[in-house]
């Protein structure tokens, strides 16, 4: 089945539009998601609107409302929110040029995979795909859809281009606050090398499979289990973990960073082998 495209319109340089579709490039179905379940009954946990001291209400009697001090509300009416929401436009307006390092990782939300509409727009996709390249430049814009409007960034990703939605200037916190009490001092030269060491040794190309969901993998089994054995009763299975073996938090930092560097590293194996097949 093909994938529904999430935004279709065109992106505009200057006096140049390229006609274009946007598609999500994240699969939210991969998550394990649950439901409330009425254990007596097995059946699924409904929910009413209530109001503290007066019960069940009915939804048409429902308004929004921002709070501005504790239980104190600025009341809104949907025909007031909808007054004010940005209008839908097929047009994303590119407005600036930054670095490619230049934008902070807390910034990034969501991304997405843009590829030209049709083959007349493909000429002009490539050339914007490429200048970006080039110029190692990502394109900055907002896109307006569904009532509000998103600060979006463009740069080149294999044959296409990648979006990603950036978080506002007042959506991300400042790390200081929560850094202000580190002390200042620098590391013992031995210990850094240490540390420096150990990190080269296990350095390898980044490859996302490499990598799984323990949590995920064990629920799915647990899920199938439950499921072809249809008891309900709890099955607990307990799972030896080296690494949360009892103990003092006092180690001898020396001696930790001595023996891990001194042990064999499966991630040194991996790049070795690819350097081989390279």
């Known amino acids: 089945m093909a994938a529904r ?13 390229i006609p274009v579709e946007v598609f999500s490039a994240s699969k939210s179905g991969a998550k394990i998601r649950f439901n409330q379940i009425h254990e007596p009954s097995g059946k699924r946990v409904s929910y009413e609107k209530v109001v503290e001291g007066i019960g069940p209400i009915d939804r048409d009697e429902i308004i929004k409302g921002y709070e501005i001090s504790k239980g104190e509300y600025v009341l809104l009416e949907e025909e007031e929110i909808e007054a004010v929401k940005i209008e839908s436009k097929k047009t994303l307006e590119l407005v600036q040029f930054v670095d490619t390092c230049e934008i902070d990782p807390l910034y990034f939300e969501k991304p997405y995979y843009i590829a030209p509409k049709d083959d007349l727009a493909e000429e002009a996709f490539v050339v914007l795909r490429e200048a970006l390249r080039k110029s190692k430049k ?13 600060l979006v960034a463009i740069r080149p990703c294999g044959k296409g281009l990648l979006m990603e939605t950036l978080r506002y200037a007042d959506e991300v916190r400042k790390g200081q606050e929560f850094f202000s009490e580190i002390d200042e001092s620098k590391p013992k030269k031995e210990l850094l090398d240490l540390a420096t060491t150990l990190i080269d040794d296990r ?30 009763k709890a099955i607990i299975e307990d799972v030896d973990d080296p690494d949360s073996a ?33």
């Open 203 to 232: 350095s390898a190309p980044f490859d996302a499979s490499e990598f799984e969901d323990r949590y995920a993998d064990a629920l799915r089994k647990l899920i199938d289990k439950k499921a072809k054995s249809k008891s309900k």
């Open 5 to 17: 495209a999430y935004w279709q319109g065109q992106i505009r340089l200057a006096l140049v539009s």
């Open 246 to 278: 009892s103990g003092g938090n006092v180690i001898d930092l020396m001696a930790a960073l001595k023996k891990s560097v001194g042990e064999k590293k499966p991630a040194k194996k991996t790049a070795a082998k690819r350097k081989k097949s390279a």
């Open 138 to 150: 990502v394109a900055l814009g907002q896109l307006s859809m569904r009532g509000s409007e998103k």
